[in-house]
């Protein structure tokens, strides 16, 4: 019964921005501490960013001071906006239930350059 599922990836210009979600069915989501990753062509999944239930917060080198990952628990979704963006940001972007195997399909986002 636990489902995430990953919307807002679409094409978007290199130095522009783009604002993705994840709605978390399932599980008590207030509790949880929930992640992005991403998986470009021909490359391993990598973590991006996670927010922890108290709102702290830990982000990979590569994206930090561009990315910012957020919550809204009164509608069980995490956010993840994404400023300044290059072609090396395109990817897969994955939801994830962090220290757990649950994850959502994914959403396409696109950097034209």
């Known amino acids: 019964q636990v489902q995430l599922v990953e919307s807002g990836g679409g094409l978007v210009q290199a130095g522009g921005s783009l604002r993705i979600s994840c709605a978390a069915s399932?599980?008590?989501?207030?509790?949880?501490?929930m992640g992005w990753y991403r998986q470009a062509p021909g490359k391993q999944r990598e973590f991006v960013a996670r927010i922890f239930s108290g709102g702290s917060t830990n982000y990979a080198d590569s994206v930090k001071g561009r990315f910012a990952i957020s919550r809204d628990n009164a509608k069980n979704m995490v956010y993840l906006q994404m400023n300044s963006l290059g072609p090396e940001d395109t990817a897969v972007y994955y939801c994830?239930?962090?220290?757990?195997?649950?994850w959502g399909q994914g959403t396409q986002v696109t950097v034209s350059s």
């Open positions: 399932g599980i008590i989501f207030s509790i949880n501490a």
């Open positions: 994830n239930i962090v220290g757990t195997h649950y």
